[in-house]
């Protein structure tokens, strides 16, 4: 089984594409705070998420830089040459979302990154 569920925040606004039959493909980051021991700083992991079709159109209309959602999905690895190199990279593929702060979203100064 391939299932995934997460809840975080957005790094930044949403990047439409279209593909060569016009239909429409959000790509956005999802910062997901992570649990850590008492006493430390949080910290989030980073997802690259991916909507296709309508609910594309949704994130494009209403999803904005720190705004919370929480997703499910399916993750999907790609692999492909950059540089000579090759590259990889995991994605969630949206199946549904929910939007959950309608008023208040989260600055992502808020949300610490590791790395």
């Known amino acids: 089984m391939n299932k995934v569920i997460l ?12 593909t ?10 999802l910062a997901v705070n992570r ?12 997802f690259k998420c991916v909507a296709f079709s309508g609910l594309a159109k949704v994130c494009e209309e209403y999803l904005k ?4 959602v929480a997703i499910e999905g399916k993750l999907q690895m790609n692999s492909f ?12 593929l949206i199946d549904n979302m929910q939007m959950l702060d309608w008023k208040n979203p989260k600055k992502v100064e808020d949300v610490v990154e590791v790395g």
Do not use: C, M, W
Request: aromatic share 6%; net charge positive.
């Open 7 to 18: 809840t975080g925040n957005l790094v930044a606004d949403p990047e439409i594409r279209y």
């Open 20 to 29: 060569k039959k016009d239909a429409p493909v959000a790509h956005f980051r």
């Open 35 to 46: 649990r850590v021991k008492k006493g430390e700083e949080s910290k989030a992991d980073f």
């Open 65 to 68: 830089k720190g705004r919370l």
């Open 81 to 92: 040459e950059a540089n000579g190199k090759k590259q990889s990279v995991t994605e969630v």
